[in-house]
């Protein structure tokens, strides 16, 4: 908790989904304004539900939505 994703370079194949930490982050806003939205079914990006509180976000519709990818 808490761990910033700014400056981490991947080595591997690029991520199928990013966590609600990352998520928040690339989209500039706090993780739990991102949880509330989601919670209330107005998140940005549709999230996947894992369990009960855990949440993941494709890694393709986070990355348009924040202007990575085009």
Do not use: C, N, W
């Amino acid at each position: 908790m808490g761990e910033s994703t700014e400056g981490v370079v991947q080595t591997g194949p690029a991520p199928l989904f990013y966590s609600e930490e990352e998520t928040a982050a690339l989209l500039g806003i706090h993780r739990t304004t991102l949880r509330a939205l989601a919670v209330s079914g107005q998140a940005p990006v549709e999230p996947i539900r894992l369990t009960q509180h855990k949440r993941v976000y494709r890694r393709i519709d986070v990355e348009r939505l924040a202007g990575v990818v085009e």
